[in-house]
């Protein structure tokens, strides 16, 4: 499959203000990037403006801040919107951050239906493991199948989900906990789907899948092989999905963050390249390969080359591409394959056994198992079963000496005035009407996008649009267990 | 030294969910034979110090990883400052740089910070040597 077409090679990034974030994209994809993925501060993960007492601090930390319109316009300044395909990690406020790029697309000459990307929206995992929550689970869903039926109608070629195994992974899960849960996020998706009155041959061509590469590589490629085979088994016999694309799942695959350390922080290339590897072999469609120096702060710009040369070296130099699935057949990873794919199986009937997925969320079913996997790991590595190169043997006495990204704090001023400004200059009548009639439709059962898109257009800012919906569907509040 | 079990608060200031290393943390030191209250996410530091008092802990240990540590801190020690409660040590852990850490501890605004890779039975000795004088 490499033969024809290479995996998108794309690198997370975003942080400070849209300003700045669009000077990196630019470079990467001057550096032959193809694709852009954006990461947002925590402000606007869970839709508050840069402004809100709970955003100090926080503002374009670990992404962009992002507070209406105008800052999407200017993050894509001079990116041409038909050209490149743009990943956004949103997923509580996902269909507002949506609506503000369509609308940017627009005023660029950008036709939504030329559009393609893809939006994380995968809430069902925020509860299980990243905990960037909003709504309670049942309005959330809501918006997710108005996310599926707008984009069948307007925006066709855009993946209206990316459901996520990585962050179950990264909060502690293992491989077959990654694999299991994901799934069965998937399938909840495609029932919320149907149930909202969707044909499955109608949305399930643009569900996308997001992985994990961890350290064990065999492993993690029979993951990858078992998930294609689940997924095609179950949409089709068990949803009577009739459209081939239906059954194909696709992936984007990140190496993992958690596998990366402080102590020496160089040997992180290496641990990234193989998890690179694994991802490749695995037949990812798209990859990003972490920088040696996120687990010491947000990557410069050196470290996020090497990363991407990493993949660049993959492709072009090591001839993997060469072959599909080129460890089919292997007696080894074929048994992987299938304890994998039987495993998940299992963990599929303890989930039915709890009522499905939305009910052993809040059983804490999911929950108890990460932490208790997650404990485990930590033992593992402290009674040194578990080997970390640099952590608990070949330590060294070190200085570290690696430059690290700052974020000026000047940029938190700096954005609140900016979202001030617009409060003043913007017309309140209309941002007042159009969150009004957001409102009214929340209330009852239409499809949210276009009230949205009618907010964004008028310049309401993500938190009030957030605020209007919280009005109506109120906020989830989790029971912790440890 | 205190009458009794030692008493944390784990808490997890800031917005973001990142709540594996408090949650292994927490476990860690209630294994290690404290009690422990988890604070939950998306916790401001006045709900932090609130929770603090209420539960009468010895020990206040962030989990930060949302690079917003050089104003929780000194938030939270200000808090404890008003409250008169400046007895509770605070520590916390998470991505921490190495300058920053230099700077909060000087400042006084954190006792200890540990960053990623310290062994939890590390963290739990720190814990008694500085509780149990």
Known sequence: ?482 | MVQGKIRVLVGKPGLDGHDRGAKVIARALRDGGMEVVYSGLHQTPEQIVETAIQEDVDVIGLSILSGSHMTVFPRVKELLKAQNAEDIIVIGGGTLPEEDIKELIEGGYATALFTPGTPTDDIIQWIKDRIIQ
């Open chain 1, 1 to 482: 499959m490499y033969r024809g077409r290479l995996w998108t090679m794309r690198q997370f990034a975003g942080f400070a203000t849209a300003e700045e974030s669009n000077q990196r994209y630019k470079f990467l994809l001057s550096q032959g990037q193809t694709g852009l993925s954006v990461a947002f501060d925590m402000p606007t993960i869970m839709g508050y403006d840069s402004d809100h007492p709970r955003a100090y601090g926080e503002v374009g930390r670990v992404g962009v801040a992002i507070d209406s319109l105008q800052d999407m316009e200017t993050l894509f300044k001079d990116i041409p919107l038909d050209k490149v395909s743009t990943s956004m990690t949103t997923n509580a406020p996902a269909a507002v951050i949506w609506a503000m790029y369509i609308v940017a697309a627009e005023k660029q000459g950008v036709p939504a239906y030329k559009l393609t990307g893809t939006i994380q929206n995968d809430i069902l995992k925020e509860y299980i493991a990243q905990k960037s929550w909003i709504f309670p689970p049942e309005p959330s869903l809501r918006l997710i199948t108005d996310i599926f039926a707008y984009a069948r109608d307007y925006v066709p070629k855009w993946n209206t989900i990316s459901i996520s195994g990585y962050h179950i992974r990264e909060t502690g899960a293992t491989a077959l906990q990654e694999l299991a849960f994901t799934l069965a996020d998937g399938f909840a998706y495609v029932e919320a789907g149907i149930k909202a009155g969707l044909n499955v041959d109608d949305f399930a061509p643009r569900l996308s899948f997001f992985f994990n590469a961890h350290n064990d590589f065999f492993e993690e490629i029979a993951k990858y092989r078992a998930a294609r085979r689940i997924w095609a088994r179950h949409m089709k016999e068990k949803y009577g999905a009739q459209k081939e694309e239906s059954l194909l799942m696709r992936f984007h695959t990140q190496t993992a963050g958690c596998s990366l350390t402080a102590q020496q922080p160089e040997n992180n290339i290496i641990r990234t390249a193989y998890q690179a590897m694994a991802a490749v072999l695995g037949g990812t469609q798209s990859l990003h390969t972490n920088s040696m120096d996120e687990v010491l702060a947000l990557p410069t710009e050196k470290a996020v080359q090497i990363a991407l040369r990493t993949q660049q070296i993959l492709a072009y130099e090591t001839g993997v591409v060469n072959t599909i699935d080129p460890l089919a057949g292997s007696y080894f990873v074929e048994a992987l394959t299938n304890q994998m794919e039987e495993g998940a199986e299992e963990y599929f009937q303890k989930i039915e056994e709890h009522g499905g997925v939305l009910a052993a969320i809040n059983q804490n079913f999911f929950q108890k198992e990460i932490a208790d996997a997650a404990y485990r790991y930590q033992k593992e590595i402290e009674t040194k079963t578990r080997i970390i190169v640099g952590v608990n043997e070949f330590q060294v006495q070190e200085n570290i000496e690696i430059d690290l990204l700052k974020i000026d704090p000047e940029i938190e001023r700096s954005q609140v005035q900016r979202v001030k400004e617009l409060r003043a200059s913007r017309d309140n009548l209309l941002v007042n009407n159009t969150l009004a009639a957001l409102k009214e439709s929340a209330l009852g059962t239409d499809n949210l996008m276009p009230k949205i898109i009618d907010a964004v257009k008028a310049y309401a800012t993500v938190g009030e649009i957030i605020g209007t919906l919280k009005e109506v569907f109120g906020e989830y509040r989790e029971q912790s267990v440890f």
